[in-house]
T-cell receptor
């Protein structure tokens, strides 16, 4: 099993460009999450999903959109990137609460 | 908005010393988890505590959940260089599927 994978691992965008981050899990987990990690701020929840076809807002959803068309995939989109979205993005999945969250290796995004 | 404050933010100690990291909130959590994160990787779960007053031990690490389920601590006995990393607490928000993460404690253990 690969666990949770994220693509790409690194990306540099110019202000105003768009991109999609892909998260895939092969553990048949119901719940999936997107976080961003900034220095001194821990992990902040952007959006999450409790099952295929469902999404919900987290703490910092502005500027991001998500989709969960297939159970194993959770996509995070930036429609018009801003320098404030420079961060490391982590995807996670779990099969219940309060079970363990399994994290991907992260995507380092820089917006210039 | 539920917040989790961790202290200290940074900690640098010598190998063999003991240390305690704190995770505090004014909110009640249904459960609390501790994760450790290595540079360039995602966090990895260390423990989950769900009952107020619960104490769990994982080799040299001791985790405690406060009686009121608002705070937690992580105590490391005889720290080793392999304990170096970022320690994150995460509280489960009651009635939701969300976990709120703390601000993190960056630990460096010197040989």
């Amino acid at each position: 099993n690969a666990g949770v994978t994220q693509t790409p691992k690194f990306r540099v965008l110019k202000t105003g460009q768009s991109m999609t981050l892909l998260c895939a899990q092969d553990m048949n987990h119901e719940y999936m999450y997107w976080y961003r990690q900034d220095p001194g701020m821990g992990l902040r929840l952007i959006h999450y999903s409790v099952g295929e076809g469902t999404t919900a807002k987290g703490e910092v959803p502005d500027g991001y959109n998500v989709s969960r068309l297939k159970k194993q995939n959770f996509l995070l989109g930036l429609e018009s990137a801003a320098p404030s979205q420079t961060s490391v993005y982590f995807c996670a999945s779990r099969d219940g609460v309060p079970s363990e969250q399994y994290f991907g290796p992260g995507t380092r995004l820089t917006v210039t | 908005t539920q917040l989790l404050e961790q202290s200290p933010q940074f900690l640098s100690i010598q190998e063999g010393e003991n240390l305690t990291v704190y995770c505090n909130s004014s909110s009640v959590f249904s459960s609390l988890q501790w994760y450790r994160q290595e540079p360039g990787e995602g966090p990895v779960l260390l423990v989950t505590v769900v009952t107020g007053g619960e104490v769990k031990k994982l080799k040299r690490l001791t985790f405690q959940f406060g009686d009121a389920r608002k705070d937690s601590s992580l105590h490391i006995t005889a720290a080793q260089t392999g304990d170096t990393g970022l320690y994150l607490c995460a509280g489960g928000a009651s009635g939701t599927y969300k976990y709120i993460f703390g601000t993190g404690t960056r630990l460096k253990v010197l040989a």
